[in-house]
């Protein structure tokens, strides 16, 4: 499947409330806990995509679009949600997160963007040259690895508790594929 | 983290509502294909939730509670969501499915069980004996292993549009870790 813009925002569009309707309102050992050190918890990962949406995805869009491949992205620190989550609740993250979700997909869509721009590129400070469209491509897709990271947070909590069943459960054997 | 009946309870309220808010209004490229042969579909896991709803869990709870381990539960039909899918769409078994999980949650919620029934043992037909504790806590960790797929296959429909970035998106690196 190639990359669609229609796709990628309808995708975006309902990840917030997606992680709303699972985690709001849970009990703390679901949503506080981690899967040992140097991990986060599901509600890390929250502040995690609130620190991607506000220095990653739509400003590396809007670099693409003025520099082109001659500066490379300002580098993501991946343990920058430490300042986002500090002294807030669970609730008042996922009200963040849809806010600025919202707010970056209202900017991508008055970019107007051509098949011609998204074919553009930019340079990553790691990966090197990269293209408007697997820019946006890889934003969907990191909503999902971080869905895909929840999950097995959360499963992570119960992996005793489900006794012999955990032979069937596909997620509590899930290695994590990557950091954070 | 102990199993507990109240958290299980609480994350299984939320699960129809999360792919609800996910999954309700994507393009169908996103929930109709699957990882390849022999593998589902985000619309093929949320039948295979109502299959489960009504052949495994409650039915299952309730045997363990009539018979304790003088009789084995009836095997599960991991393709049986093949004929809860069949003719309808994704909005439909999206409503089938919170149906169905709130009329298991209110006949869980009737049974009052009390500490000295989830020590009760079951018969599993594969496992062995398992307490009515560990099948309730498997329940909870099954929606979570089956969030975890469906992440998992809605980013494979991606894998090639994200470019170079597949190497930061650990989702695209999960194996599966188990069937269906």
Redesign the interface.
């Known amino acids: ?4 813009l ?2 990628t925002m ?2 975006l569009t ?2 917030p ?7 709001r ?3 703390e ?2 949503t506080f ?1 981690n899967e040992g050190e140097n991990t986060m918890s599901a509600f890390d990962v929250v502040g995690h995509l609130i620190h991607a949406e506000r220095t990653n995805w739509m400003p590396r869009a809007n670099m693409v679009l003025q520099s082109g491949e001659t500066q490379a992205f300002e580098a993501f620190d991946r343990w920058g949600h430490l300042q986002e989550i500090q002294g807030k609740s669970l609730g008042q993250l996922l009200d963040e997160f849809a806010r600025a979700r919202s707010e970056s997909l209202d900017e991508l869509r008055a970019l107007n963007l051509r098949p011609e721009d998204l074919a553009r590129r930019g340079r ?1 400070p790691v ?2 040259a ?2 408007l ?3 946006l ?2 934003w ?3 909503d ?2 971080h ?3 929840i ?2 947070i ?2 992570h ?2 992996r ?6 955990s ?8 290695a ?3 950091s954070p």
């Open positions: 499947m190639e990359h669609s229609e796709h309808s995708l309902r990840t409330a997606a992680l709303d309707a699972l985690l309102g849970l009990p050992t679901w806990r990553h990966l090197g990269v293209t469209s697997e820019l491509a890889a969907a897709a990191h999902l690895t869905l895909h990271q999950s097995r959360m499963a909590q119960y005793e508790a489900v006794g012999p069943y032979a069937y459960l596909g997620v509590l054997k899930c994590g594929h990557s």
